[in-house]
């Protein structure tokens, strides 16, 4: 089963992302609300996809991006 890891600042997104990742056959290991915590959450629980907010409360979701490169580097 492919794995999914909400990340939004809006909690009812989150809950309609998951409710439509959830039909479409992901489970949806968890959420994230800012960029650190879905940096944190990545790593930690490693999903297949991330559905990832560009607004984000610390950072864009580009930024988290960034940070996800450089990390594999």
């Given at each position: 089963?492919?794995?999914?890891?909400?990340?939004?600042?809006?909690?009812?997104?989150?809950?309609?992302?998951?409710?439509?990742l959830?039909?479409?056959?992901?489970?949806?290991?968890?959420?994230?609300?800012?960029?650190?915590?879905?940096?944190?959450?990545?790593?930690?629980?490693?999903?297949?996809?991330?559905?990832?907010?560009?607004?984000?409360?610390?950072?864009?979701?580009?930024?988290?991006?960034?940070?996800?490169?450089?990390?594999?580097?």
């Amino acid at each position: 089963m492919r794995t999914a890891l909400v990340v939004d600042d809006h909690p009812s997104f989150r809950a309609s992302a998951r409710a439509v990742l959830e039909a479409a056959g992901f489970d949806v290991l968890g959420e994230a609300e800012s960029g650190a915590d879905a940096l944190a959450a990545i790593g930690r629980l490693d999903p297949d996809v991330v559905l990832l907010d560009v607004q984000l409360p610390d950072m864009t979701g580009f930024d988290v991006c960034a940070a996800l490169e450089t990390e594999d580097e």
